[in-house]
């Protein structure tokens, strides 16, 4: 199938490290991606990862990727108030058509 | 680098009106657009791509008869929701590429159909 997860919410405290997980089910994915959404507003690509890396870090963002278990992680240390948003974790395959997860809205509190 | 614009930012219209929406790359030529609706709290779901000079590929279970797109130029893509009903209402979000793997979003579009 076609299904990208994604915990529905998480919580955390000001800087704290979020970790945000997502699982996929097709092994011939290429690139996975890592957008964030504002309220009321569109997708922002905050990084990405092709398929045959383990890790990528940029700045305060950590994605790693275990590809046997077919998981994905967003790493975000420090995180700020700024960064409530939510996360969607995304995954192409051979061709541009983006399959989106469902969503993971990070709460940030003082 | 890589903007996308979005025209309206929002709409409201009445029944059994249309629609059009406008997705604009202001910084680079698109070879592909996309297009997107999102019901609250809920992910994307791609709706069509298209690409510049040729017709658009629906995604199955969108009418391409209720929603026209045309992509008549390499930095422009419009979406015409036609004889919209409340059930239309929505946030459309574009995003346009030019070349492989990656996207470019645009703002969105938030359709209201009273």
């Known amino acids: 199938g076609e299904d990208v997860e994604q915990s529905l919410f998480l919580s955390v405290r000001e800087g704290d490290s979020s970790v945000i997980n997502c699982t996929y089910t097709?092994?011939?994915?290429?690139?996975l991606y890592w957008y964030k959404q504002e309220p009321g507003a569109g997708l922002q690509l905050l990084t990405y990862?092709?398929?045959?890396?383990d890790m990528k870090q940029d700045q305060r963002l950590t994605v790693l990727l275990n590809k046997k278990d077919k998981h994905l992680s967003l790493r975000i240390a420090d995180t700020q108030t700024g960064d409530s948003a939510i996360y969607f974790c995304?995954?192409?395959?051979?061709?541009?058509?983006?399959?989106f997860g469902t969503g993971t809205r990070l709460q940030v509190f003082p | 680098g890589a903007v996308v614009s979005q025209h309206p930012s929002w709409v409201i219209c009445k029944s059994g009106t249309s629609v059009k929406i406008e997705c604009r790359s202001l910084d680079f030529q698109a070879t592909t657009m996309f297009w997107y609706r999102q019901f609250p709290k809920q992910s994307l779901m791609l709706m069509a791509t298209?690409?510049?000079?040729?017709?658009?590929?629906?995604e199955q279970g969108v009418e391409k008869d209720k929603f026209l797109i045309n992509h008549a130029s390499l930095t422009l893509s419009t979406l015409t929701v036609t004889s919209a009903h409340p059930e239309d209402s929505s946030f459309y979000i574009c995003?346009?590429?030019?070349?492989?793997?990656?996207?470019?979003f645009g703002p969105g579009t938030r359709l209201t159909v009273t």
């Open positions: 298209s690409n510049e000079g040729s017709k658009a590929t629906y």
């Open positions: 990862i092709f398929s045959n890396m």
């Open positions: 995304a995954e192409t395959r051979y061709t541009d058509k983006l399959i």
């Open positions: 995003s346009a590429s030019f070349g492989p793997y990656e996207q470019y």
């Open positions: 097709d092994s011939s994915s290429t690139y």
